[in-house]
């Protein structure tokens, strides 16, 4: 078995003992993919103004319609309640351990006096901070004894909306009208006691990102989304680890962003481990020909091309058949009292070594799917998708 060893690294039967030990492949290493839910469905303003711009209504018609949409939305962000779902989130790590963990969706939630100057609608000034999710996370996760640096922060969407109920030409506007902000970030976390020293880091907007235009009221809402890694050194190996969320409402600029990634991201001369929520069930083949303009590229597509000509393996299948790795997804208020909802799979870790290949998989777990993962209290699931953590070899 040694002697196969040596071979198969391509060692001389006479080389030193150090430069076997230079050789030799690390620890295992636990890696997770997280997204952790905004907390409601930030489509519905949007919906509501375009509904309104279609109806043919004035820019106030459609200003209330985006101010009543947003009021609800942000109801429904207190209602999910992220202080008990990250309760819930540190004894995913708790229980896994991860060294490096990919999050997505990691909200920044502000509010800021209303702004009824049109020309204001949709600029992000808003600072009174609501819900900082990122550090709400790290100290659930300090209080399990779970220590956590981020090592990379990544600002992507940073929309803004009014909010309120009824309508100021009524006289009927509610009395707690203001602007709520959202800001979207992706992270990476690394464990802070373990033998992972960080190298180098980057952060990347892509430069396909879905816009939306509100022609009636002059402005445009921009949902942008980005790439991150980190080089890392783990005993005498180096590596890369990335983490991207890919959009979600259009598999043709999904696809857009993969090849982006797959084209600046990886290293060319190392091993690199990339997770993400890729919005791309690759068992899913459909087109959404209903959109305007239609999709023309399957839902399949960026994973198709990630593990295609990206060269990428997909990690889990190593580990378990894809119905057993199910992560999304559940209901906008995540209080679901089953767990149907989780039917099908986007949130994946890959792996690509500088020779070609993936890597072995010692374990692997989806967290947060089974319904003993839920509060007792409030019935609230830890996100609406679930987790991946996988214990790789040869990093």
Not at 166 to 191: C, E, F, N, Y
Not at 330 to 348: K, Q, Y
Not at 355 to 377: C, E, Q
Request: aromatic letters at 8%.
């Amino acid at each position: 078995m040694l002697a196969a060893l040596v071979a198969a690294l391509g060692l001389a039967p006479t080389a030193s003992a150090s430069s076997r030990a230079h050789q030799k492949p690390g620890k295992p290493l636990t890696v997770m993919t997280r997204n952790l839910y905004l907390g409601a469905d930030i489509n519905r303003p949007i919906v509501a103004a375009l509904t309104a711009q279609g109806a043919g209504g004035s820019a106030q018609d459609v200003f209330v319609a985006l101010a009543n949409a947003s009021h609800q939305t942000r109801a429904i962000v207190d209602q999910t309640n992220f202080t008990v779902r990250a309760r819930l989130l540190a004894k995913e790590f708790k229980k896994t351990r991860p060294d490096l963990v990919g999050l997505q969706e990691v909200a920044l939630w502000r509010h800021g006096p209303l702004d009824t100057d049109p020309s204001l609608i949709a600029v992000p000034n808003a600072t009174v901070v609501d819900y900082d999710y990122l550090d709400i996370l790290l100290k659930a996760l300090r209080k399990k004894g779970l220590h956590y640096k981020a090592v990379v922060v990544g600002t992507r969407a940073d929309v803004e909306a009014p909010s309120f109920t009824g309508d100021p030409r009524l006289g009927t506007m509610s009395s707690d009208a203001r602007d709520v902000r959202l800001t979207m970030r992706d992270v990476i976390l690394k464990r802070a006691k373990n033998d992972v020293k960080v190298l180098d880091t980057h952060d990347a907007l892509y430069t396909h990102n879905l816009a939306v235009p509100l022609a009636s009221v002059g402005k445009t809402f921009s949902f942008n989304r980005g790439y991150q890694w980190v080089d890392v050194r783990h005993g005498s190996k180096r590596f890369r680890f990335i983490n991207t969320h890919l959009e979600s409402e259009r598999s043709d600029l999904a696809l857009a962003q993969a090849q982006e990634l797959i084209a600046n991201a990886p290293s060319s001369t190392r091993t690199n481990v990339f997770v993400c929520d890729c919005n791309s069930d690759p068992l899913n083949h459909t087109i959404k020909t209903y959109l305007n303009p239609p999709d023309t590229q399957p839902h399949s597509a960026p994973y198709d091309y990630i593990t295609g000509p990206g060269g990428f393996t997909d990690e889990w299948l190593r580990w378990k058949p894809a119905a057993q790795g199910w992560t999304s997804g559940l209901s906008e208020l995540v209080n679901d009292t089953t767990a149907a909802g989780f039917n099908h799979r986007i949130d994946m870790v890959f792996a690509r070594k500088a020779t070609g290949g993936g890597l072995p998989v010692d374990k692997g777990w989806v967290t947060g799917t089974k319904l003993t993962d839920r509060d007792p209290s409030t019935g609230l699931w830890p996100s609406d998708h679930g987790g991946v953590v996988l214990r790789l070899r040869g990093l």
